[in-house]
């Protein structure tokens, strides 16, 4: 029986908190020996209770349920109770909630997966209060797409792609150790680590040492701590970089490049079909590479494949391509001259029944596909990029940029310059006929201003 249950028919039957003991099983034993009663009816809980209980529940104390049990009972005779913080019992529950709380937020922040080698993701994480339950529809909103365990000592938490579900405990050798996904923490770790802002005691307490032990950037913490005196003085000698206007702005070289080859075209794609940066690859078909011209002069940078695309391996091939070759068509642009790419490779979707619904790729995604874009740029040497939208934007820029304001205008990379439009799908998702036309039309502007540019080239 749970707690609430229990706790309603000894209201109901007016039984006082000194009367009950309250065991870890959350069923309550009643001094004298009799059993608990078989009370059927309810009463008004006021919610402010209903939230701090909903927390208190899961603090590992074991004297919670007992806790909860005595405000319950006196929050019925004095209806502000909860409003005192000065009373013992609430700001102890308070306490008790704000440290739950935090526990879900660790485990939000420190949990990471690793391949367990069928294909599914694990992770391994020893909370201090019960809070796996809780905490874990947030990893299922996260990674939708992706097969995946958390295990603690007390439960297990499973997502297999559709619904979650809890299982018993399991021990710590039961979740992989280390995988290649290691590499991408660390490298992330050590590329968000800002030397000149360090202050190891927030530091660790955002990041306790407790969880260190599970975490695979755990060991650069130490040397990055070490290195960051030599660091700062390093930048300070560097000084001040003045913001760069819009038309200075280069690729940041941030990412690294995926591997050190540089090769050719061809090769490149070869090596893109095994990509494993991101959970991304797993349900996709196949890596979506660019394709056209190894010397094109335009390129033209999309968000990522659609489910048309991943099937057929080629990029624009379904309702958002059918726009954009009918435009490229308007402006005498020949598709078969411009190399055509995504900034992410794989299709990111979320299965409902047999269709795929297509999802939008996040920040981490973007960036982590990012070298293979560098590397299409830095190999075909357009002179013209065409961003499509936001996330081609971003993947080129390595930052997001407003495209009503920056629409039409020319922006510098390094190696060339970039027009930043709409995307094709954008147009197939205004709903009124009148604004569709408009919006398309402006679009074919867009696309004309690119063609003149690069005649004029
Ligand atoms: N949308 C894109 O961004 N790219 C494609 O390849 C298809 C649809």
Request: hydrophobic share 40%; aromatic share 8%; with cysteine.
């Amino acid at each position: 029986m749970g707690w609430r249950d229990a706790a309603r028919r000894l209201v109901l039957a007016d039984v006082p908190p000194q009367r009950v003991v309250w065991n870890l099983e959350d069923v309550p034993d009643l001094f004298g020996g009799d059993e608990l009663p078989e009370v059927q009816g309810s009463f008004p809980v006021p919610r402010p209770f209903v939230e701090l209980a909903g927390d208190v529940v899961l603090h590992s104390d074991p004297e919670r349920f007992a806790l909860l049990y005595r405000i319950l009972w006196r929050v019925r005779r004095t209806s502000d109770l909860l409003e005192d913080l000065t009373d013992r019992d609430i700001s102890r529950a308070n306490l008790m909630a704000k440290n739950v709380r935090r526990d879900i937020h660790k485990m939000h922040a420190f949990v990471r997966f690793r391949e367990a080698g069928d294909g599914r993701m694990v992770a391994w994480f020893e909370p201090e209060h019960h809070v796996i339950e809780a905490g874990a529809p947030f990893f299922a909103r996260r990674f939708p797409n992706m097969e995946w365990s958390i295990l603690s000592p007390y439960v297990s938490a499973h997502w297999d792609g559709a619904a979650l579900s809890f299982g018993p405990g399991a021990g710590r050798q039961a979740a992989p150790d280390g995988d290649a996904l290691e590499k991408i923490w660390r490298c992330y770790y050590s590329s968000i680590f800002n030397p000149a802002r360090l202050k190891v005691r927030a530091m660790q307490s955002e990041m306790p040492r407790k969880y260190w032990r599970n975490l695979p950037e755990a060991d650069l913490i130490a040397p990055l701590i070490a290195n960051a005196r030599k660091r700062t003085d390093t930048m300070v000698a560097h000084g001040i970089t003045e913001p760069k206007s819009n038309r200075q702005r280069e690729i940041p070289k941030a990412a690294p490049p995926v591997s050190e080859k540089r090769g050719t075209l061809e090769a490149l794609r070869e090596e893109a079909r095994g990509c494993r940066m991101c959970p991304l690859w797993k349900p996709a078909t196949q890596t979506v590479f660019g394709e056209g011209p190894s010397q094109a002069k335009i390129m033209f940078v999309g968000e990522q494949p659609g489910d048309r695309e991943d099937l057929a391996g080629q990029p624009f091939v379904g309702p958002a391509g059918q726009v954009f070759d009918r435009a490229l068509q308007e402006i005498g642009l020949d598709r078969s001259r411009a190399y055509i790419t995504n900034a992410v490779k794989h299709f990111k979707f979320t299965p409902r029944g047999k269709m795929r619904l297509h999802q939008k790729p996040n920040a981490m995604e973007i960036r982590l596909c990012r070298p293979w874009l560098e590397r299409e740029i830095y190999l075909v040497q357009p002179k013209l990029i065409v961003a499509l939208g936001a996330t081609a934007v971003q993947g080129l820029f390595g930052r997001a940029l407003p495209i009503a304001t920056n629409r039409g205008r020319f922006l510098d990379l390094a190696e060339a310059q970039v027009l930043i439009t709409v995307h094709p799908s954008y147009l197939l998702r205004v709903p009124d006929e009148g604004r569709k036309a408009e919006e398309y039309a402006r679009f074919v502007e867009d696309l004309t201003l690119a063609r003149d540019a690069l005649n004029a080239a």
